[in-house]
T-cell receptor, first 113, second 111 residues
């Protein structure tokens, strides 16, 4: 079945460092791909998405490119801030109809000043 | 614009007591609705989803049930809570697309 694998956390960086969180997927067909962010004590917020191969999603300085050849959707940011500390989830659209999402296990990111 | 509400925000319940968590969506019609659970330090587990009133699909066998009495209302229930039911419960909605939008969540602690 469809699945998403994220790099294991936690990830700890200093402010202004470069961030990469790896995400790879296994899916039949051509799913859409998503990154969600969860700040402490809150629900999930959509960070960015891409719906077809070679699409680049971007938001708040974060970017991810849908790479069909490597089945990847890695999240990147050039210069992180303390306020980026959160848990990040990669997800793909799964079975049609109910439009279910398949989530990765999440990566906890901590940015130190 | 669309908004999603969940209540209560926090709940502490004894083992064996009943549970009712409510989720409502505003500003849209005929949404798909979802219940997820997030155990401490873990990922999200899809519990139930619904594509219409009275239509509920269960993803995992468990102590919980869901109902959709109205188009924009989704309720998660239990007759008798277990310790393992503790967690963070998230409701989400989507309409005709794949993007799901999440509510603020309910934190449940079963003692």
């Amino acid at each position: 079945g469809d699945s998403v694998t994220q790099m294991e956390g936690p990830v700890t960086l200093s402010e202004e460092a470069f961030l990469t969180i790896n995400c790879t997927y296994t899916a039949t067909g051509y799913p859409s791909l998503f990154w969600y962010v969860q700040y402490p004590g809150e629900g999930l917020q959509l960070l960015l998405k891409a719906t077809k191969a070679d699409d680049k999603g971007s938001n708040k300085g974060f970017e991810a490119t849908y790479r069909k050849e490597t089945t990847s959707f890695h999240l990147e940011k050039g210069s992180v801030q303390v306020s980026d500390s959160a848990v990040y989830f990669c997800a793909l659209s799964g079975i049609q109809g109910a439009q279910k999402l398949v989530f990765g296990q999440g990566t906890r990111l901590t940015i130190n000043p | 614009s669309q908004t999603i509400h969940q209540w209560p925000a926090t709940l502490v319940q004894p083992v064996g007591s009943p549970l009712s968590l409510e989720c409502t969506v505003e500003g849209t019609s005929n949404p798909n609705l979802y219940w997820y659970r997030q155990a401490a330090g873990r990922g999200l587990q899809l519990l139930f989803y619904s594509v219409g009133i009275g239509q509920i699909s269960s993803e995992v066998p468990q102590n919980l049930s869901a109902s959709r009495p109205q188009d924009r209302q989704f309720i998660l229930s239990s007759k008798k809570l277990l310790l393992s039911d503790s967690g963070f419960y998230l409701c989400a909605w989507s309409v005709r697309g794949e993007t799901q939008y999440f509510g603020p969540g309910t934190r449940l602690l079963v003692l």
